[in-house]
């Protein structure tokens, strides 16, 4: 039998990690995040008070096993000079189908056929829900844009209407052979999955060994100057009774230039690796880096192979 694997994330981070886990032999639940009020998204939310559906659609053509036109029509934005400037084609469709079905989880459920996923995606929950970032200054901000537009430093995160699980999620946390947190903005793409009382008891509640993969960079407002021990130190902040038992870096060396250009245009630094202050987990190192187009990206096959290896050791 399968392992069942359950990956928490949002954003980038988790689409490219799926991507690469769904080549193995595993039972992938991906629980995402829904509290992006940005761009297509945003306007989404306004309009219909629907979850976010933006990391949704990424999640779906990261698992999928479609021909390749079909993940570009997922993904094509409109430009134009009507409102459906700046939408993607896969966002309506989305919501299209929450629509007709009347929740957002049945929608994903019709489309997965239409896909045919490697795996299943579930939204953590189907409230509009609203993150909220109190500030070392103690100011709130609203909104998860807002919050990444913000020039202070975060303290925590929360929502601004306690949301109610989706069960789907529930069950596969308690279920889970390995729980995954995925790279990724910290507190806008893994935390939000975190800040409810209802996961992390399902978390505590379940057989499974949770990994981190850490940042390769820093995140301006969010991480400057964090040590991998650091983002871990800071998840534990928000896991229950369970805490991280494995970590994944990436040890190979980034070149001088690359990182000299994320300090000076982006102002992210390099994720230094602080063994001395790890001795409470299992760190899994190895080469998990790729350039593209003068950006730092983690290598999908490389991460998920060593991911692979680690479940079925």
Do not use: C, W
Not at 1 to 23: E, H, Y
Not at 41 to 68: C, K, M, Q, Y
Not at 76 to 86: A, E, I, P, Q, V
Not at 142 to 154: F, R
């Amino acid at each position: 039998m399968n392992k069942k694997v359950v990956v928490l994330g949002g954003g980038t981070g988790l689409s490219v990690l799926l991507s690469g886990l769904k080549k193995f032999p595993l039972d992938i639940t991906a629980i995402v995040s829904v509290s992006d009020n940005g761009s297509s998204t945003g306007r989404l939310r306004n309009e219909f008070h629907t979850p976010a559906v933006g990391d949704i659609r990424r999640v779906l053509i990261s698992l999928s096993e479609t021909e390749p036109l079909v993940e570009k029509l997922f993904n094509y934005r409109f430009k134009t000079s009507s409102d459906l400037n700046g939408h993607t084609v896969g966002n309506l469709i989305l919501t299209a189908t929450k629509e007709i079905t009347g929740n957002l989880s049945d929608g994903i459920e019709a489309l997965s056929k239409v896909f045919n996923l490697k795996g299943k995606v579930v939204p953590l929950t189907e409230d509009d829900v609203i993150l909220m970032g109190k500030m070392e200054d103690d100011s709130i901000v609203e909104g998860e844009t807002e919050i990444t537009l913000s020039n202070k430093k975060i303290k925590n995160v929360f929502y601004k209407t306690e949301p109610i699980i989706t069960p789907e999620a529930i069950n596969a946390l308690k279920e889970a052979d390995a729980i995954i947190l995925s790279m990724g903005s910290i507190y806008t793409s893994i935390i939000p999955n975190l800040i409810n009382k209802d996961v992390i008891k399902a978390i505590d509640s379940s057989n499974a060994e949770i990994m981190y993969i850490s940042n390769m960079v820093t995140q301006p407002g969010e991480t400057d100057g964090f040590s991998v021990s650091d983002h871990i130190n800071l998840l534990n902040s928000y896991l229950g009774n369970k805490k991280i038992d494995k970590v994944i870096v990436n040890n190979k060396a980034i070149d001088s230039k690359i990182l000299e250009k994320y300090q000076n245009e982006e102002q992210k630094d390099l994720v230094l690796i602080d063994y001395e202050n790890l001795k409470n987990v299992k760190v899994i190192e190895g080469d998990f880096f790729i350039i593209e187009n003068y950006m730092i990206r983690h290598d999908a096959l490389k991460l998920a192979t060593k991911i692979f290896v680690e479940l079925i050791d």
